[in-house]
C-alpha cells in the first residue's frame, strides 16, 4: 500500500491566490513526522514545512502551513499569495518512528507540480 | 554554510559499466541518505548512513551499495550498469540520527544516463 498519496499531478493557480495541495498518508505508529519539500526545474529538493504526530497545532513557515488532520491522515500544504517562483514540483514526504530506536526512512508521495500564472 | 555537494553532475555511462557517485554533506551532519528518481517510479529510497553505519535499506538489488567515511562524506557505488539505471541521484544530509523530526538537506544530484 502506498504510504504516501499526492492525488493532484498537476495544479494551476493565479499569482497572489492561496492554494492547497492535498496529501494524505498511511501508518500504524503513532510517531512520525511529515515533511512538505519543493523541488524546482533545477532539480535540487528544498525543505519548506515540518508537522510532528504529536503536534498539537498546524505548523507555519511564512506563506506555507500545514493543514494537519490526524483522524484523517491528511497533512495537506497552503501556499498563501502565490507567486510565479512557486512553480516547481511539490513533494509531500512521512517519516516513521518505527521500532528499533532509530527512525525509518523518508518516504516520498509522487508529486504535484504547480504552475503559478501571471 | 555551504549545502550539500554531489559530483559529479552529469555522468555518461554504458551498459555493464560501473559507477561512483560522491556526497559530502553540510558541515557538521553525521546521517547521509539516497535516493533515486526516475520520471516513472518518482524517488525511490536507497540507504542511509549515519556514524558510517547502514541505519536504513532501501529496496534495491546488491548491485547498488553505499558507504560513509568517517568525515560524513558518502558514495554510492552501481556496479554492472542496465539501462533502467538512468535516473537523477540525490543525496541529502540530517545533523543527527535518523529522527522522525529531522529535516533532510538535498544537494542538486547526479544526473546519470545509461546507453
Known amino acids: 500500500a502506498q504510504k504516501i498519496t499526492q492525488t493532484q499531478p498537476g495544479m494551476f493557480v493565479q499569482e497572489k491566490e492561496a492554494v492547497t495541495l492535498d496529501c494524505t498518508y498511511d501508518t500504524s505508529d503513532p510517531s512520525y513526522g511529515l515533511f512538505w519539500y519543493k523541488q524546482p526545474s533545477s532539480g535540487e529538493m528544498i525543505f519548506l514545512i515540518y508537522?510532528?504526530?504529536?503536534?498539537?497545532q498546524n505548523a507555519t513557515e511564512g506563506r506555507y502551513s500545514l493543514n494537519f488532520q490526524k483522524a484523517r491522515k491528511s497533512a495537506n500544504l497552503v501556499i498563501s499569495a502565490s507567486q510565479l517562483g512557486d512553480s516547481a514540483m511539490y513533494f509531500c514526504?512521512?517519516?516513521?518512528?518505527?521500532?528499533?530506536?532509530?527512525?525509518?526512512?523518508?518516504?516520498f508521495g509522487s508529486g504535484t507540480q504547480l504552475t503559478v500564472l501571471p | 554554510k555551504a549545502g550539500v555537494t554531489q559530483t559529479p553532475r552529469y555522468l555518461i555511462k554504458t551498459r555493464g559499466q560501473q559507477v561512483t557517485l560522491s556526497c559530502s554533506p553540510i558541515s557538521g551532519h553525521r546521517s547521509v541518505s539516497w535516493y533515486q528518481q526516475t520520471p516513472g517510479q518518482g524517488l525511490q529510497f536507497l540507504f542511509e548512513y549515519f556514524s558510517e553505519t547502514q541505519r536504513n535499506k532501501g529496496n534495491f538489488p546488491g548491485r547498488f551499495s553505499g558507504r560513509q567515511f568517517s568525515n560524513s562524506r558518502s558514495e554510492m557505488n552501481v556496479s554492472t550498469l542496465e539501462l533502467g539505471d538512468s535516473a537523477l541521484y540525490l543525496c541529502?544530509?540530517?545533523?543527527?540520527?535518523?529522527?522522525?523530526?529531522?529535516?533532510?538537506?538535498f544537494g542538486s544530484g547526479t544526473q546519470l544516463s545509461v546507453l
Open positions: 514526504a512521512m517519516r516513521e518512528g518505527g521500532s528499533s530506536g532509530s527512525a525509518r526512512q523518508l518516504t
Open positions: 541529502a544530509s540530517s545533523l543527527g540520527r535518523p529522527a522522525t523530526n529531522e529535516k533532510l538537506f
Open positions: 508537522q510532528g504526530s504529536y503536534d498539537q
